[in-house]
């Protein structure tokens, strides 16, 4: 149900009827949104453990993730960052500072205005947002699959998408060995 169906456009002064949501409306849509957050508080969970996973924190995962991919350039401007991340410019400053002595970025001032620091990715960060975004990518779809379904009472179900293996209690293989994934490590 979808918030529209529920709320219809308020009165006008010409007299338009509004129709009033039933209770059973009201509550599909609290269960909606009940759901929604619960999805989406399960992927945020993912996340910030699977950053911890990868030795960084969840907020330095946030910042590569803005200096590589918010402004389509491959670099971002600190006030570009603090758009992104919704944070003020000297917390940024301070979170930049942090994630340059991990060896995750770089800043520097810029050529054009050297008020300005520009932000790039170290190859270590490359390397550690790359492993990052794809084990992401397949929760991301989950997540959107789930939103995008109509689902009664469907908070706790998972469905398998159509090509995707089951690989549980299988692991993964690389040249005979056992590789240790972010997933497997999840569930161990």
Same mark, same amino acid.
Do not use: C, W
């Given at each position: ?31 909606? +949104? ?28 946030? +910042? ?20 992104? +991340? ?103």
């Amino acid at each position: 149900m979808r918030y529209n169906e529920v709320m219809r456009t308020a009165p006008t002064k010409r007299g338009g009827q509004v129709r009033t949501p039933s209770s059973a409306d009201i509550d599909r849509l609290i269960a909606d +949104l009940a759901a929604f957050r619960y999805s989406l508080r399960k992927f945020l969970r993912f996340s910030e453990n699977a950053a911890r996973f990868y030795g960084i924190t969840p907020q330095q995962h946030q +910042l590569m993730l803005g200096v590589a991919g918010f402004t389509g350039r491959g670099s971002a401007t600190i006030s570009e960052l603090a758009e992104f +991340l919704q944070g003020r410019v000297h917390s940024v400053v301070g979170l930049v500072e942090r994630a340059e002595q991990s060896g995750l970025v770089v800043a520097k001032k810029s050529q054009v205005d050297r008020r300005v620091v520009v932000v790039s990715l170290t190859p270590r960060g490359v390397l550690i947002l790359g492993r990052l975004s794809e084990i992401h990518h397949q929760q991301a779809r989950n997540l959107r699959l789930f939103m995008n379904e109509n689902r009664p009472n469907g908070v706790g179900r998972r469905r398998r998408i159509s090509g995707e293996r089951k690989t549980r209690g299988r692991a993964k293989r690389v040249g005979g060995r056992p590789v240790k994934t972010f997933e497997r490590a999840q569930s161990a």
